[in-house]
């Protein structure tokens, strides 16, 4: 309860369903054989963390920002670069986050003064505005940040796959560099959400609620609407950087496609909506269906599109094809908003499993 | 304060003037900074044109936020449709377009952008009923809802023509350009500015001079006001929703010619475009739009040939400024 900061999941389904997407996590190394699982994994992780601070935005204050992947690229090339320029070792790693970190809540604050000087309406569009220049402005300072190709790099030598922490034993496991990684992607990622989970259920978060329930009225309470706004928002976009510190450290690259393009913008929309806003829950949830549905499905829409232009279909295997997989997303995603706005968690605890809260609603 | 005698006309509201000259001004400033006159003049020419084209896209979209407070995410797909539906007129008639023959080419240039600005109003007509009519005032379900209406267009047409970028070339006749002396402006530029110029008068006498604009107008001011005077606001807003996808489709086709490629992915970059403009035109302002089109077309052009570097942040520099200056926009029409 301590641990959950007196906000349970308040359903058997999401408590049990969570309870076996952690477990699997965590077991990953040693129940799933193979890279892609364990990249799946690591992706969860690194995606639920980024989702539970988006969702601390979308959900708690209810304001609509199209720069998060900007502060989860930030995270990300603050690590390539100085691992990039420095060599491996943990005085890069170091670098990395004290440049990385700071410059992302900077930023935050920046634009949370900036659009306080104008409507509120437009804080979607300026975000969507700064994000786009920060995404050019990546890809043309191509000495800096590798252009479009981006940056590669190397570990230090304790995280490095080809380093044997311990040897095979008894029940035929090697622990290397590579699974401590993802253990420490875990760790780090579970501590976040937990923290998150903290701070929404802080008279800080009951705050925030308060102002996406009627600012105007939580003003008139008292309260410094601007001045939680943009802690708000510092506070997300944290989180969002070292997400993305923990993303490049596990993929030893940070280049525009993983860490900044704009659909990984829409992703993360997505998987708060799916998962649930305003729950945290639901970040995990929506971000564990997300990724394995981009990582999965494709491959069986793949066969279906197949199937179709086998059988001679006109437009079938063009829609099918597994390019094309964000269409259905798409279209998942607007059914999602229509019939469940509250999400898997918000149907879960109002809808099936507890009746007690059904009837309240 | 003056006495107004009961048959006196009543006083003209004040001109505001500051911002149209704004743009004026800043084209003035840059001929020491550009040098040589002719090149200063081409610039000016290529911003005006570039600017008459985002106006247009732009135009639907100031409305729609202005008269509905409805943030609509999905603009960009109508510019995306409305060059894609040009293609399939185009791509038949290649031959009557590779001819040097103005009126055999606008023959088939005509067609294809009334049909690409039809296509895109009855999208439009659909987006309104089935994404946007379910979540009026509701900001944070209209923004999610058109983003998802967004991917959706943008995947189909993707679905429907392939990934690639398909190539649209200019028609011969509007080819190369007019030369006066040693200042050489674009055909293709002249025909857009009057194109968007038209669009900007027809605009401006149908909201000034129309019982129906003055209804929008009104809307635009006090949207409850209109609807206790007994106006289905709803329908009225239908019709200026479906006018704006429409011109949004146009837009398309005329930015499509000009960049001489279609890519569904064109819509990502313009809406950052147009949603820069309408901010700083101020929120259903028609002539803010106009003259914020006109602004970041001019930052583009100038700021692209004399600090390329810049270029990249300069339209979030310009927004910025003008906000510094005036809050909501050069002109704030609406009550909110």
Redesign the interface.
Known sequence: MMLLSGDPPRSRVLTLLLVVIILALAATPFLFPGAKALNVAAKICVFAALVASYDLL?GYT?S?SFAHTMFYGIGSYAIAIALYGMGPNWAAVATGIVVGLPLAALLALAIGL?SL???A??F???T???A??FQ??AS?LSWLTGGEDGRSFQLPELLRPGTVLISKNLFGFEINGRILTFYLVFAISALMILALLRVVNSPFGRVLQAIRENRFRAEALGFRTVFHLTYANCLAALVAASAGILNALWLRYAGPDTSLS?SIM?DI?LMV?IGGMGTIYGAIIGATIFILAQNYLQSLMGVASKAASEAGLP?LP??L?P??W??W???L??AS??FF?TGVVGRLRHGGGDKSAGASH | MTELAANDPLPKPKRDLAPILLPVALALAMIPLVGSPSTWLTLTAASLAMGMMIFIMASGLTLVFGLMDVLNFGHGAFIAVGAYVATLVLAPFAASMQADSLWMNLAVLAPAALLSMAVSGALGLVVERVLILPVYGQHLKQILMTTGGLIVAEQTLYALWGPQIIPMPLPTSLRGSFILGDVAIAKYRVLAMLIGLAVFIAIQLVLNRTKLGLLIRAGVENREMVEALGYRIRRLFLGVFMTGSALAGLGGVMWALYREQVHASMSDDLTVLIFIVVIIGGLGSIGGCFIGAILVAMVANYGGFLVPKLALVSNILLMVAILMWRPRGLYAVTSR
């Open positions: 979308l209810g609509v900036f000087r104008v409507a309406i437009f979607a569009m300026i969507l505005a700064v786009s220049a050019v402005l043309q704009f829409l929309l909506v437009l063009g829609l094809h390019d094309r964000l269409l997303l798409g279209l995603f607007i908003v229509y706005p």
